[in-house]
């Protein structure tokens, strides 16, 4: 089993008795390198194609852009620019651009901006049919102007896109009520045409924190699921899955964990989530409860309704942080980056039983400048991290002893 690693609350701050999100500017270091190139990136996201094509999507100079793969990251294709104009893009902790490749080669992209200097947030998507060449002006997923951010995007077998995102629109209503809103809603939809169009946006879940990434994958044919921050009874912010009965209909919310982590701020510390091809639920996540602290893993057999034990994450003193997990065919994978005081790793470690024990933990890559969140990524037989790192720029590395 790994053990337990302890982790400070990140970007914690109170205003007025609501949560909101401490942001800041992005270091002078990265705010310098002005280039919408790869080598300016500070967020990339990777998705393989149907014939073994590596698709990153990245933002750096206030652009997102687009390019290809054929040798494993070690060289890309001139970059397609998705953005036409510097935009204000979310560059908070836990933002950045999503991806996803279908059978075809549709490539469907989904990203945020800032409206305002009180960070709030609109979702565009945008679509190329045609191989990456090009793609079509990024539109707003919804038309409502309330704040939107951390969207996710996730492909069914049959090509639908399903999206979801935290959304602050009801709080105007809260607000003329004269009631309290806290966090703010899960809102979802679907595309049946490749993210070329989506269906009008749905209301899945009112009180999600609204400052961590979502988690997003597919049940089975037609049935999402989504792991999110909720906001439990008592200001409890602690994580829960929903599965959807289909692209159009929520389901019931279900505990992961009770860590009982009661804070009245934003940890901008989101949670990952894979589906096993059996079925099984393998999520990660960081908490700072009374229960528990740090990083931990579980898994469920039964679709969210019950978890194993929480499984620590991480060595003691590091900092372990930002964890990863993904199953494939021949086992399930997790990620995490540690920090010891010069450099930062990332580790991993995998299981061959579906979750039920694991490997030692592995250090496979590190850097002593910035880097972005640990990523993974399979093309359907190799599991790989993909790492940008501002000494390194992008990495695909593949995880030789994986399942």
Not at 77 to 99: E, F, H, M, Y
Not at 126 to 154: C, V, W
Request: charged letters at 20%; aromatic letters at 10%.
């Amino acid at each position: 089993m790994i053990r337990t690693g302890l982790l400070a609350i990140v970007a914690l701050a109170f205003a007025q008795g609501t949560a909101v999100a401490q942001m800041r500017a992005p270091p002078a270091s990265e705010a310098a390198c002005e280039e919408p190139t790869l080598r300016c990136a500070t967020k990339a996201t990777p998705a393989f194609g149907p014939d073994g094509t590596l698709w990153l999507v990245w933002m750096a100079g206030g652009q997102v852009s687009v390019a290809s793969s054929h040798d494993e990251g070690r060289s890309f294709s001139a970059p397609t620019q998705v953005t036409t104009k510097r935009l204000n893009l979310d560059w908070g902790p836990d933002a950045r651009p999503k991806i996803v490749v279908d059978r075809k080669g549709g490539i469907a992209l989904a990203f945020s901006t800032f409206r305002d200097e009180a960070f709030n947030g609109e979702v565009f998507y945008t679509r190329s049919a045609d191989g990456g060449k090009s793609f079509a002006e990024p539109k707003p997923i919804t038309a409502n102007k309330e704040s939107q951010r951390f969207e996710a995007l996730a492909l069914d077998q049959d090509g639908t896109v399903f999206a979801a995102w935290l959304d602050k629109r009801n709080r105007i209503f809260a607000k003329e009520a004269g009631q309290k809103y806290e966090g703010a809603g899960l809102f979802f939809t679907s595309s049946s045409d490749g993210g070329a169009t989506y269906a009008e946006a749905k209301l899945a879940r009112e009180g999600t924190c609204e400052c961590c990434r979502l988690g997003l994958a597919f049940a089975a044919p037609g049935r999402p699921v989504a792991i999110f921050r909720n906001i439990f009874e008592g200001g409890v912010r602690d994580h829960a899955v929903m599965t959807f009965t289909d692209v159009a209909t929520p389901g019931e919310v279900r505990r992961v964990s009770h860590d009982d982590w009661q804070i009245n701020a934003c940890p901008h510390h989101g949670p990952s989530l894979t589906v096993a091809p059996n079925g099984t639920y393998h999520v990660v996540w960081y908490t700072n409860g009374k229960a528990r602290k740090g990083l931990f893993y579980a898994h469920s057999r039964d679709e969210g309704r019950t978890f194993s034990a929480p499984m620590a994450l991480g060595q003691p003193g590091r900092n372990p942080t930002r964890p990863y997990v993904l199953a494939g065919p021949k086992g399930t994978v997790i990620a995490w980056k540690e920090f010891d005081g010069e450099k930062t790793s990332v580790h991993v470690a995998t299981s061959r039983d579906d979750g039920e024990t694991w490997s030692p933990p592995k250090t496979i890559s590190n850097t002593t400048d910035t880097s972005d969140h640990p990523l993974l990524v399979s093309n359907g037989g190799q599991v790989y991290l993909s790492w940008m790192t501002k000494a390194d720029g992008y990495r695909l590395i593949a995880i030789e002893d994986q399942p």
